[in-house]
């Protein structure tokens, strides 16, 4: 059980709160999370004995250019943060941790060459370099002529690719060329060559 807060003159709302496993490799994507309350505490009723993670995050920012996340004790990368180990019949552990302003940015761009039968299928990736979830963004579809725009991105560096999904095989296909991209601001012309899947 914890209670996360914000910084100091901004409104406590209710955060997703994730319990990562430690394991190696390390599994950012899985582990177990619940809702906040409002007023920022939560308690984990039932987990496994381990050592996790512990991290929160805006499910839904109020703002469209700021988020607030962390990790325990208090800090936003997830390799500065402190394990808590949960042993078998050690009753409740205590996580208090405070949250951190993000920015987040807009990633506007067009994949070139993309045939007009293919737009509907295709979605545009960003993929962090963190092995991170709070680091996952939602790719989204892409619109006429192979514009995209990808919302809330935290900064950092990403890699850029299309992919398209095959129905019938229920399958991804590469079809673009892969870019590099770092992104400290938006994004107004981030470039991707189309490559028909082979």
């Not at 870019?179 to 991707?192: F, H, P, Q, W, Y």
Request: aromatic share 12%.
């Amino acid at each position: 059980c914890g209670k996360v807060s914000f910084p100091k003159g901004t409104e406590p709302r209710a955060v997703t709160v994730r319990a990562f496993p430690t394991a190696e490799p390390p599994f950012p994507f899985l582990g177990e999370d619940v809702e906040s309350k409002s007023d920022g505490s939560f308690c984990f009723d039932w987990i496994e004995p381990g050592k996790f993670m512990i991290g929160a995050s805006e499910t839904e920012p109020r703002r469209s250019n700021v988020r607030y996340v962390g990790y325990y004790p208090g800090v936003l990368p997830r390799s500065q943060a402190t394990p808590i180990e949960l042993k078998r019949g050690a009753g409740i552990v205590r996580a208090d941790f405070a949250l951190v302003r993000q920015p987040l940015f807009t990633v506007r761009g067009y994949l070139r060459g993309v045939p007009d039968s293919m737009v509907e299928a295709t979605q545009v990736f960003l993929m962090s370099d963190q092995l991170d979830a709070f680091y996952y963004v939602e790719p989204p579809a892409l619109g006429p002529h192979g514009t995209f725009e990808v919302r809330d991105v935290p900064p950092g560096h990403y890699t850029a690719f299309a992919m398209r999904e095959n129905d019938e095989e229920e399958s991804t296909t590469f079809v673009s060329t892969v870019s590099a991209v770092e992104i400290r601001g938006n994004v107004e012309d981030l470039k991707l060559e189309f490559v028909p899947a082979r």
